[in-house]
C-alpha cells in the first residue's frame, strides 16, 4: 500500500538524483577535460566537451525512454556549460564545401520560384502591349494547300529504300559485282536528298512545309547509308567467315528494312531489342503533352518572337546597342521555343514511336544538361545522330588511318552541310550561316577542351 501512495515522490527523488548525480558527472568530466586541456592540447577543438554533450545527450535519450516529462528533459539537454563550438567547420557556401556531397533543392525551388514569377510579369506585359496575337491557322492553314508538291514529294520518299533493298537482294543472288553495289547505292543515297531539295526550290512553298520534308529527306539519306553500309560490313564478314554461316550471317529482310525505316533510330541492324507490349496509358500521355508543349512553342512564336522581329531594325543598319539589346530580347524566347522542341521531339515523339513499335532502345538523349564541354554536349543531347556518326564516319575514319582530329572535323562538315539544307533550301537563302555556325563549334570544342585540362577548378558545368 506504501508503494502504491508514492508514485510521484519516488519520481521526483529519482529525478533530483539523476540531476545530482548528471551535475556530479559533468562537474566531473569538465574537470577532467580541464585537465587533460593544460596537458595536451586539442588543434582541433574536440575532446571530453564532446563526450560531455554525449553523455548529455544520452541521458536525455534514457529519460525520454523512461516516459518523463518534458520539463525533465530540458534538464539535461543544451547545459550551459556544455561547448557549443567543438570542432573546425566551414560555411556551406563556402567554395570547398559547395559541391560536396550538398542538396541544393532549396536553392533550385528558388529559381524555380522567380523563374514563373518574372517569366509571368513578361506574359501580362506582352498581353497587355501586343493583345492576343495567335492566329488560328498557325500551324495550318488554306494556303498549306498550295504545299501538295510538297506532300506528294514526302509521300514519294519510300521508293528509295525499296530500290536499295533490291539492290541488296541482287548482291545477295550474286547478280551484281561488289563495286556496281557502292555506286547504285551512292546513286540512290544521293537522289533521295536532292530530289526533295529541287521540289522545295522550284515551289513557292511555307517555311515550315518546307523544313519538315527536308528534315524527312535527310533522316531517309541517313537510314539509307546506314543500311548499305551496315550489310556491306555484313557482307565482308560472312566472306571472312568462309560459307556464310555462324554468327556472321549475310541475309536480306524486306521486314527488317521496313522496321527500321520507321523505327526511331538511324542505325540499321537486322533485329533490335524489343518492349514485352504497348504501354497504352504511356502513349497517351505523351501525346497529350506533346500537343500541350507544341501549342506552348506556336504561342511562344507568335506572341513573343514575331512582334520582337517586326519591331526591329535591321541590325546592321541601326544603332548598335539597339541591335544587341534585339539580340537579347530574343534569345530568352529562342531558348524556350528550343526547349520545347528539344521535348517534343527527344522525349515525346520518339518514346511514342518507341512504344508504339515496341522498339526497346529509348536512349534518345543524355544528360546534355550537364556536360563540361562542347565535345561532351555534342556526344549527349542528340544521341541517334551521334551514334550514327560514330558508326558510319568517326569510326571508319580512324580504321583508314585517318588522324583523330581530321575525323572529328569531318563529322562536323557532315552535320554542317545537313543544318544548312534543313535551313538554306527551305528559306531560299543560301547565306552558310548554319554551316559556319556548325563548322565553328569544331573551334568551341578545341578551346573548351583546353580549357578543361589546363583549369584545376573547372567552374563551369561542375
Wanted: with cysteine; charged share 15%.
Amino acid at each position: 500500500m506504501a508503494m502504491s501512495e508514492s508514485p510521484e515522490i519516488s519520481g521526483s527523488t529519482s529525478t533530483v538524483t539523476s540531476g545530482n548525480s548528471d551535475s556530479d558527472l559533468n562537474l566531473s568530466l569538465r574537470k577532467r577535460a580541464s585537465a587533460v586541456g593544460d596537458r595536451q592540447p586539442d588543434s582541433s577543438g574536440n575532446g571530453e566537451a564532446d563526450r560531455v554533450e554525449s553523455a548529455n545527450f544520452m541521458r536525455s535519450d534514457e529519460v525520454k525512454a523512461n516516459g518523463e516529462n518534458q520539463s525533465s528533459d530540458i534538464r539535461f539537454t543544451y547545459r550551459p556549460s556544455v561547448p557549443v563550438h567543438r570542432r573546425n567547420k566551414e560555411s556551406p557556401l563556402s567554395s570547398d564545401a559547395i559541391f560536396r556531397q550538398q542538396s541544393h533543392a532549396g536553392l533550385f525551388n528558388l529559381c524555380i520560384v522567380v523563374l514563373v514569377a518574372v517569366n509571368s510579369r513578361l506574359i501580362i506585359e506582352n498581353l497587355m502591349k501586343y493583345g492576343w496575337l495567335i492566329r488560328a491557322g498557325f500551324w495550318f492553314s488554306p494556303t498549306s494547300l498550295r504545299d501538295w508538291s510538297l506532300l506528294m514529294c514526302c509521300l514519294s520518299l519510300p521508293i528509295f529504300p525499296l530500290v536499295a533493298f533490291l539492290v541488296e537482294k541482287l548482291v545477295q543472288l550474286k547478280c551484281i559485282s561488289e563495286p556496281v553495289v557502292v555506286l547504285l547505292h551512292v546513286i540512290v543515297t544521293t537522289t533521295a536528298v536532292l530530289y526533295p531539295v529541287f521540289v522545295i526550290l522550284g515551289c513557292d512553298s511555307a517555311v515550315l512545309s518546307g523544313v519538315t520534308l527536308m528534315l524527312f529527306a535527310c533522316i531517309v539519306w541517313l537510314k539509307l547509308v546506314s543500311y548499305a553500309h551496315t550489310n556491306y560490313d555484313m557482307r565482308a564478314l560472312a566472306k571472312s567467315d568462309g560459307k556464310g554461316s555462324g554468327d556472321h550471317s549475310y541475309e536480306v529482310s524486306f521486314k527488317s528494312l521496313a522496321y527500321f525505316m520507321v523505327a526511331p533510330t538511324l542505325c540499321y541492324q537486322p533485329s533490335y531489342p524489343r518492349m514485352p507490349s504497348v504501354r497504352n496509358g504511356c502513349v497517351f500521355q505523351r501525346f497529350i503533352k506533346l500537343i500541350i508543349f507544341t501549342g506552348l512553342m506556336g504561342f511562344i512564336i507568335e506572341q513573343y518572337i514575331n512582334p520582337i522581329v517586326k519591331n526591329s531594325q535591321h541590325p546592321l543598319k541601326g544603332n548598335l546597342l539597339y541591335a544587341l539589346e534585339r539580340v537579347l530580347k530574343l534569345s530568352v524566347p529562342n531558348l524556350y521555343v528550343w526547349l520545347c522542341m528539344f521535348y517534343c521531339f527527344f522525349h515525346l515523339w520518339l518514346n511514342i514511336l518507341a512504344e508504339l513499335l515496341r522498339f526497346g532502345d529509348c536512349e534518345f538523349y543524355k544528360d546534355w544538361w550537364n556536360a563540361k564541354t562542347v565535345e561532351e554536349y555534342w556526344k549527349m543531347w542528340n544521341m541517334p545522330v551521334h551514334k550514327w556518326m560514330v558508326r558510319h564516319i568517326y569510326f571508319p575514319c580512324l580504321r583508314n588511318g585517318i588522324p583523330k582530329g581530321l575525323a572529328i572535323f569531318i563529322a562536323f562538315f557532315v552535320s554542317a552541310v545537313f543544318h544548312e539544307l534543313c535551313i538554306a533550301v527551305p528559306c531560299h537563302i543560301f547565306k552558310f550561316w548554319a554551316f559556319i555556325g556548325i563548322m565553328f563549334q569544331v573551334t568551341l570544342v578545341l578551346i573548351t577542351n583546353s580549357c578543361k585540362t589546363s583549369s584545376e577548378t573547372q567552374w563551369w558545368g561542375t
